[in-house]
């Protein structure tokens, strides 16, 4: 199983959601950067549950440096941190051993590793890792911030309600009011309704999925490169390791498909300044797999969460007859709503491996 990424940057994850602890190893950072700990930890704390829109399963979510800093100073070494779980309830998965979730990957973890497998929290398939990602992500965003670039991240629809996108063509300002917003919506109606989407889930035992889109701005022309090596390539294997991810589109995405060439080219001018620009960026800020100087911009599927209190039909793997589950536990109602940061640290590891290259 690989819990590696990464060409320049390295990044492994580690753990389960019911072992003492998950975390992350980072290979290849440059030496000599003062980390902002306390961003980090606020970053960290985006991710984190509360509310009645999330579960109720409660972590401090404080990283322990184990190597990598010398004074609060990279200095070379891997940079590895762990995150202690110590809000578990392994109970509350005693029967997934023999009955899956639907929708979840308690099924394939059997066939692939049998009776051996972790069903604690779906072990390491679980989102708890994105905890760690999360850390990664927040010193990433830092080393970005350096090189005049940001990330930034919001809840675009959930069943239907829908807030607005970003603008393609100049999303700054936009990145400035998802980080200020405690829901991570630009506009506060589309929050609400999407809140309701998600609280009326919950109450009728269900879940719901969602899209997230994020940006990047401040991208250099020139980055990545062709085929196996473009941006889209670089980016997909890090994003689809955000676990409920089913689908990631970049520009216009699936709605290209619709358009006529006319439509969906990008006119190409000069701004005042002499930089090669594009009037719509339908392309999304990646040509050919190269950045284009444009703004950086890409949503991802979120499937609704596979754990619902609801009764699903199911198989029982030690009778070998059919069976009904209904799944107990803490539980996100919509697991899209805690993945914008996680999605922005994704964005930032990749981005920070692919700026490596130069």
Known sequence: MSCDYGKNIRVTLFGQSHAPAVGIVLDGLPAGVRLDMEAIQAFMDRRAPGGSLTTARREADRPEILSGLADGVTC?????????????????????AACPRPGHADYTAWVKFGSARDVRGGGQFSARLTAPLCFGGAVALQLLAARGIRVGAHLLAVHGARDIPFDP???SAQLDAAARSAFPALDAAAGKAMADEIAAARAAG?????????AAVGLPAGLGDALFGGIESRLSPILFAIPAVKGVEFGAGFESAE???????????????????????????ILGGISSGMPLVFRLAFKPTPSIARPQQTVNLETGQNDTLT????HDPCVALRAVPCVEAAAALGLLDLLADR
């Open 76 to 96: 070379g070494a891997p940079l590895c941190a762990v995150i202690r779980n110590t809000d578990t309830r392994p109970g509350d998965y005693a029967r997934l």
């Open 169 to 171: 063509v100049d999303p």
């Open 206 to 214: 269900d879940s719901v999925g969602g899209l997230v889109e994020c």
């Open 259 to 285: 358009l006529y060439g006319s439509q969906n080219n990008d006119p190409f001018y000069y701004d005042s300044t002499g930089t090669v620009k594009t009037r719509a960026n339908r392309h999304g800020g």
């Open 327 to 330: 799944v107990v536990g803490r």
